[in-house]
Structures are given as C-alpha cells and as structure tokens.
C-alpha cells in the first residue's frame, strides 16, 4: 500500500527493544495540516505533553512524526522531557524545520526514560528509508503486544477530485474509551484547514477509537493524528461529507483490527443499546457490558449467559424500565420485555462462538442508540500481562 501524495514513511530499528523495529516516521516533505486527539489520562507522557503544544504554537502544521516503540516516557518526569525534546529537535535540524513542526509519539512501558541517544543515532537512517510505499515498515516499527500490523485506507469524493485516506494504527492492551494504549496515523492528499480536520477527527474518533474497549484501562499515550497535505488540490471549501464518511470508514476499519487483536482475544463482542433515553444513557448501558469481567470470561468460553448482560446494564446507571427490556444476540431472542424468550441453547451458543458476537439490547425507554466493539478476556491475557515488563 501507497501513502496518499505528499507523504512518505519508514520504520527502522533503533535498539530500543531488543529484536523488533522500534522507530518509525511519517514525512511530509512540503507540510501537512494537522489536527489530533489526545488521552484524557492525567499522567500524560513527554511526547503528548509536547505534540499537544507544537500544535497550538504552528497553528496545526506538521512536517514530520517521530514515533517509537519500546519505551512510553510517561511518568519520567523532566528527563523524560528533556530527552523528547532533544529528538524533536535532532528531528527538526536533519529536516530543515521549526521543532514545533515535529510530532512526537511514544509507546511501550511506562515510567522509563526514553534512550533519546539511540532514537538520535538512527534518525539519519529513518531518514533514508523514506518512502512513498513506507507504510508497511511504519506499521512493524510501532508495534507492542500487538500480534501484527494494522493499516486501512479508503477514498472519497472532494470538489469534484477523488482523494484517498491510509490510516496505520498499533493498540491492543490498555485500550478503553477516551483514548487507550493506541497510537494511529491518519494521512490524506485532502486540502483540509486545521479547523475543519479538528471536527471531522473528533467526530470520527467518537464513532470508532472512543467505542471499544479491551480491558478497560486507558494508558498515557494515546494519540490519534490526522495530517492532509492538500496535494488533492480541491477546494479549500469543498463540502466534506464523504471525506467524513471516508475518514468514519478508515477509524473504524482500525478500530475493529486493535479490538480483535485484543492481548488473548479468540472474538469480539459488538454491544449495541437501542431506545435509550439519552445517548449517555446508551453510553452507559454499552460501556457497562463491554467491560463486565463476567461478561468477557463467558464470551471466551462461548457461552451464551446473558443473565451476566443484563445484570451488567441493570448496574451501568442508564435509566429504564426491566420489564420493557428485550436482548438478542444475532437471530437469537434471548429475553422479550424482561422476560426469558423462547429459544434453543443450541442457537444461543452457536452466535457465541462466532469471532463476532453481535448483542442487541433495546431498552424501549427512548430514541438514543450507541455501539461498542469488544473483546473477550482469557487466560492470555492474564499472562502476557504478568510478564510484560520480562
């Protein structure tokens, strides 16, 4: 896969983990303007704490991303930020740019300090490895637990002209609404102001990165970048609505690739709350059965307890009636207005074992809906996590 015009990519290895690429770079060799959201977690790592305010001091402009894998930088302190900051502007010297130009972006475990002299020594190589096709090695650079790459793409109509989106994404631990252990680049040859991308990333991020959960914790990191470099050469007033649906297609594409690639995840569990109140009420009830542990547990195992659901939503804090509350799962009538339904355990077990579960819930209390996408919780987890950091 090809990145949209006026980009290029690499992904090397630095030496900051042992065997696997840890560094990786997106180039914009004329500029690109950016727009980007951050994790809402209060210990926010160095290169957050940094991209976060290069944004707001270029006005939205980006010449190159400097991410790595390996180690987060979170929690370090002015070390830490002292060695970001000495990549960014390593970075903004071998490119002929302002540091502010330069988006940083780390992964990997928390509470050490980046070894900003290993990402230094091999910027030069990153460098040289830039290209049109260098997706795919960015995509391996970025990696943690994550079993492989993550890339989508999708095109759309704009003035007229027809433009593409690539997005490449990592992520598959810590991973929760607002933002999780997940890092995504989103690139588009679209001429787009700061302003416009800001709306049409939140609104996408809403719908895909801000509805899935692994294991409902939310990491230090988390960042999702959006770049155009206009190279499209559409009106800059053009109407956006298919590069939303195309931008909608690709989050989501990398949405569903981190929740299926879950750490121990066998399947994923599509949890959609019909007839809320309200969309928090929705919200509620969704996010209530995605990150229920009893909930998952038998989502491994295949089997149908869907007194575990309801008891999850009768706890989320939505606002309904029991008696109006109907659950299906697929074809599957499950319960009917708080009643057991008519079914055959059989059938139930069958959708279970599927690698997506889809689960109705409709609480007939109103018009407001929402979905999330999750994964199952299995003995894997359990142990890639107790040995992560060995």
């Known amino acids: ?204 991020v809403d719908l895909s990165f801000n509805a899935i959960s692994v294991d409902g914790d939310t990491s230090t990191n988390d960042t999702v970048l959006l770049l155009a470099s206009g190279k499209l050469g559409n009106d800059g007033r053009s109407d956006l609505a298919d590069f939303q649906r195309a931008l909608n297609d690709v989050c989501r594409q990398l949405a569903w690739m981190i929740v299926r690639d879950g750490e121990g995840a066998t399947r994923v569990m599509e949890v959609e709350v019909r007839n809320a109140r309200s969309e928090r009420d929705a919200k509620l009830a969704a996010h209530a059965v995605a990150t229920s542990p009893l909930v998952k547990t038998a989502l491994h195992g295949g089997d149908p307890n869907w007194g575990r659901i309801l008891a999850a939503v009768g706890r989320s804090g939505a606002r309904f009636s029991a008696a109006r509350v109907s659950l299906s799962a697929g074809p599957v009538t499950l319960v009917s207005n708080g009643n057991l339904a008519p079914y055959k355990e059989k059938d139930a077990a069958k959708v279970f074992a599927r690698e997506r579960v889809p689960l109705v819930i409709d609480l007939a209390a109103g018009n407001a809906s929402a979905v999330v996408l999750s994964s199952d919780l299995g003995h894997d987890y359990v142990s890639l996590n107790a040995d992560y950091r060995s």
Do not use: Y
């Open 1 to 204: 896969m090809k990145l949209p015009k006026g980009f290029l990519a690499s992904g090397v290895r630095a030496g900051i983990r042992k065997k696997r690429p840890d560094l990786g770079m997106i180039v914009a060799p004329d500029g690109a303007n950016a727009a980007a959201v951050f994790t809402r977690n209060r210990f926010q790592a160095a290169p957050v704490v940094l991209s976060r305010a290069a944004l707001k001091k270029s006005g939205g402009q980006v010449k190159a991303v400097v991410v790595n894998a390996g180690c987060a930088n979170a929690v370090t302190g002015k070390e830490g930020m002292d060695a970001a900051k000495r990549v960014r502007t390593r970075a903004a010297e071998l490119l002929s740019c302002a540091p502010e130009e330069i988006f940083l972006a780390s992964t990997g475990v928390i509470g050490v300090v980046l070894p900003d002299k290993k990402v230094r020594d091999f910027l030069p190589d990153a460098i040289s490895r830039l290209s049109n096709g260098g997706v795919e090695a960015l995509s391996h650079a970025i990696l943690t637990t994550d079993v492989g790459p993550k890339i989508a793409q999708a095109t759309f109509a704009l003035g007229g002209k027809r433009g593409r989106i690539v997005g490449v994404a990592k992520g598959a631990g810590m991973i929760h609404p607002n933002m999780a252990t997940m890092l995504a680049f989103l690139t588009t040859d679209a001429a787009i102001a700061p302003a416009a991308l800001q709306r049409a990333l939140k609104s996408a």
